[in-house]
């Protein structure tokens, strides 16, 4: 099982920018697709971003296009979520995640095997 620690949330103002990190440990990383979910307070945890294991294709919730960029080096074992244009309503605990399949329309990461514990990002208005 591969572990997961997320890290580069912290407070940034509103239309700034963010990139988080998610660094895997563990031999397994490059077998699985990775994602990016988000759980505002007060409410569920939800979809962000997608990738497949070898970085060949992305997917994201729609709120979040043209705005964020997920990617991930496999050589380094870590996952990225670059953050642009933000806006207070991103405001959210990040929790990096891996998966085994990438389903849905559109599509989602599904089949967690791991989950990071996540790191909070604020934005201001």
């Not at 294991?53 to 960029?69: E, L, Q």
């Not at 933000?86 to 791991?114: F, M, N, Q």
Request: one cysteine or more; proline letters at 3%.
């Amino acid at each position: 099982q591969v572990q997961l620690v997320e890290s580069g949330g912290g407070l940034v103002q509103a239309g700034g920018s963010l990139r988080l990190s998610c660094q895997a440990s563990g031999r397994t990383f490059s077998d699985h697709h990775m994602g990016w979910f988000r759980q505002a307070p007060g409410k569920e945890r939800r979809f962000v971003a997608t990738i497949t294991w070898n970085g060949a294709s992305t997917y994201y919730t729609d709120s979040v296009k043209g705005r964020f960029t997920i990617s991930r080096d496999n050589a380094k074992n870590t996952l990225y979520l670059q953050m642009g244009s933000l806006k207070p309503e991103d405001t959210a605990v990040y929790y990096c995640a891996a998966g085994r399949t990438i389903v849905g329309d559109p599509p989602h990461l599904y089949g967690i095997d791991s989950w990071g514990r996540g790191t909070l990002v604020t934005v201001s208005s």
